[in-house]
């Protein structure tokens, strides 16, 4: 005769246990939430009026941290109190099994599992992205309250300091989101290794923030834009009576106004723990979605497109004696030399290549300038000598080819057939070359753009191409890390509610003659090494990659492992 289940004690359990649970959860809950509160509010971050806001959009991330040790404790004292009152002995005499016995808690630790992990999936990034949007909501809001508080800015690379900072409003039409004064101001731009390259100082600061030209937002996994969030905003700022002072050169320049410009990124839509399981999966294939990601496969493929223009440009010379360029009018120019020869790098400028121009049997260089309809042409010869010089500009943010031709001893044909002069030298400036190198190549995925720049070895690539390449290829190395170490981490956790919910459980029925907190000390702290290894295991994952997950799941399979001899001392005994 088959024996029939003992629904009326399951649901005994059951209740108790989720009467429990959600008491201390929701305890424990709100403690760690107004704990995580506590520094922006001493930051002057949060207003009194948002911060039950905070709070309420703190709850469902620290859940993560709550649950599981909330369902330790309550499955302690439930499974504590039936071995204490003998309930379990007379389910065993019953002919209830250990197994059944403790089938509640392994059903509940099953849905509070999948409850994390619905909860990492639908409202988790979301409620940690409006805890940050409230502490941070603008650039503007942040840069005021940073300089007021006495702490410096970086935006995209610039340090900013200054004593005080008023936000005011900007004029009609001006096309600016805000307009910051600052007073004693300072600006120091950092080079690539975040080492101080150049200090401005000014007695009164402006800095204007406007809307990147792509106003369309940040698309997500299915191509849908998020409306209101820009991947980036444009900076630009003026100071008055600056004074700029470059490293190791002492004073650079003492001007009346100086302007400068830089972007910044969006920095909610360009962390991984902002996304969804569904996000974080797609991330690996499309990582240019990162803004600070994208910048650096842009640097790669300018410098991939400027290497190859490069190429086309000395072949078109060698093969045909003729190159064209297009300058910022649109204005056809054509260079007449046999070829180029490499120079080598400039130390004071390593973002420039330069090339002496060989000139034609003749012994000059021609260079001829002519609109695209065909309209009078200017025309340089050089008697004594041409480089060509290429640069992708400074700033990474805003690419462009700077192509320029100099020329020495010219002989200058103006248009419309006027009498030619003889000069020094002559440049044609703000040239890029005509061919569609840098479509091509910015077409090209991330993971093709790495391959091609791993196959550029003739010519020998330049320092900043390696630069590049290198910097990409760390950083999405990083970056598939995070999303492994981030999507890991999440089942671990949801995992580890399940074996913590058991743990307790077995603990309290093997452990019945001791006082219930005794009892849920052998269960909190196997608990607190679980989340401990987890996190340094995701830490470990975003350095070092796949080998963390040993780290990061191990403190869940130790877990186990202490879970499955507390069954086998029960079962025994």
């Known amino acids: 005769m088959r024996r029939r289940a003992p629904w009326t004690l399951w649901r005994s359990i059951t209740a108790d246990f989720w009467r429990l649970l959600l008491l201390s959860a929701t305890v424990l809950v709100t403690v760690i939430a107004f704990g995580a509160a506590i520094k922006p509010i001493s930051d002057g971050l949060l207003s009194a009026g948002d911060l039950l806001r905070f709070i309420f959009y703190a709850i469902p991330p620290m859940l993560v941290y709550a649950l599981p040790f909330a369902a330790g404790f309550a499955a302690t004292i439930v499974y504590h109190r039936l071995a204490v009152d003998h309930e379990a002995t007379a389910a065993y005499a019953g002919g209830i099994s250990h197994r059944a016995l403790v089938a509640p808690a392994l059903a509940s630790g099953?849905?509070?599992?999948?409850?994390?992990?619905?909860?990492?999936?639908?409202?988790?990034?979301?409620?940690?992205?409006?805890?940050?949007?409230?502490?941070?909501?603008?650039?503007?809001?942040?840069?005021?309250?940073?300089?007021?508080?006495?702490?410096?800015?970086?935006?995209?690379?610039?340090?900013?300091?200054?004593?005080?900072?008023?936000?005011?409003?900007?004029?009609?039409?001006?096309?600016?989101?805000?307009?910051?004064?600052?007073?004693?101001?300072?600006?120091?731009?950092?080079?690539?290794?975040?080492?101080?390259?150049?200090?401005?100082?000014?007695?009164?600061?402006w800095i204007w923030l406007f809307p990147w030209a792509d106003d369309s937002g940040t698309p997500d996994?299915?191509?849908?834009?998020?409306?209101?969030?820009?991947?980036?905003?444009?900076?630009?700022?003026?100071?008055?009576?600056?004074?700029?002072?470059?490293?190791?050169?002492?004073?650079?320049?003492?001007?009346?106004?100086?302007?400068?410009?830089?972007?910044?990124?969006?920095?909610?839509?360009?962390?991984?723990?902002?996304?969804?399981?569904?996000?974080?999966r797609d991330l690996p294939n499309h990582p240019e979605r990162m803004s600070w990601l994208d910048i650096r496969r842009k640097d790669l493929a300018f410098c991939l497109a400027e290497r190859r223009a490069l190429t086309e440009i000395a072949d078109a010379l060698r093969t045909g004696g003729a190159a064209a360029f297009i300058d910022e009018q649109n204005?056809?120019?054509?260079?007449?030399?046999?070829?180029?020869?490499?120079?080598?790098?400039n130390p004071e400028a390593p973002h420039t290549i330069s090339f002496t121009i060989v000139p034609l049997p003749s012994g000059q260089v021609r260079v001829t300038?002519?609109?695209?309809?065909?309209?009078?042409?200017?025309?340089?010869?050089?008697?004594?000598?041409?480089?060509?010089?290429?640069?992708?500009?400074?700033?990474?943010?805003?690419?462009?080819?700077?192509?320029?031709?100099e020329l020495r001893a010219v002989t200058v044909s103006e248009p419309g057939g006027r009498a030619s002069t003889q000069r020094p030298t002559y440049a044609f400036g703000g040239l890029r070359p005509s061919g569609s190198a840098l479509q091509e190549t910015l077409a090209l995925s991330n993971a093709d753009l790495i391959a091609l720049g791993r196959q550029q070895t003739n010519p020998p690539p330049d320092a900043k191409t390696l630069y590049a390449l290198d910097d990409l290829t760390r950083r999405t190395r990083r970056l598939e890390n995070q999303v492994l170490s981030k999507i890991h981490d999440r089942f671990a956790v949801a995992a580890s509610t399940l074996v913590i919910t058991i743990t307790g459980a077995l603990a309290a029925l093997a452990m019945s003659t001791r006082l219930p907190l005794t009892v849920y000390m052998f269960t909190f702290l196997p608990a607190v090494v679980a989340m401990v290894t987890i996190s340094g295991g995701q830490q470990t994952t975003v350095n070092f990659g796949a080998p963390g997950l040993a780290l990061l799941w191990g403190g869940v399979a130790g877990l186990l492992v202490y879970a499955g001899l507390l069954w086998r001392n029960l079962i025994r005994h």
């Open 110 to 205: 099953l849905v509070l599992a999948v409850g994390m992990c619905l909860l990492n999936e639908l409202l988790i990034p979301r409620f940690l992205y409006r805890m940050q949007t409230l502490i941070t909501r603008d650039l503007a809001s942040w840069v005021v309250q940073e300089i007021n508080q006495g702490r410096s800015v970086n935006a995209g690379g610039m340090i900013l300091i200054a004593d005080s900072a008023t936000r005011l409003r900007p004029e009609p039409g001006s096309g600016a989101t805000d307009i910051i004064h600052l007073k004693r101001f300072a600006a120091i731009d950092l080079d690539r290794r975040a080492e101080p390259v150049t200090e401005v100082t000014s007695a009164n600061g």
């Open 221 to 280: 996994a299915d191509g849908r834009t998020l409306p209101g969030e820009r991947p980036q905003s444009r900076v630009f700022l003026r100071l008055e009576n600056a004074l700029g002072v470059r490293e190791g050169g002492g004073l650079a320049a003492a001007r009346d106004v100086v302007d400068l410009s830089w972007t910044v990124t969006n920095p909610f839509r360009d962390n991984p723990k902002f996304l969804n399981w569904r996000d974080l």
């Open 331 to 345: 204005r056809v120019v054509t260079l007449n030399a046999a070829g180029l020869t490499p120079e080598p790098t």
């Open 369 to 405: 300038s002519e609109d695209p309809s065909g309209g009078a042409a200017l025309s340089a010869s050089a008697r004594e000598g041409a480089r060509l010089v290429s640069s992708l500009g400074t700033d990474r943010f805003n690419r462009a080819f700077d192509m320029r031709l």
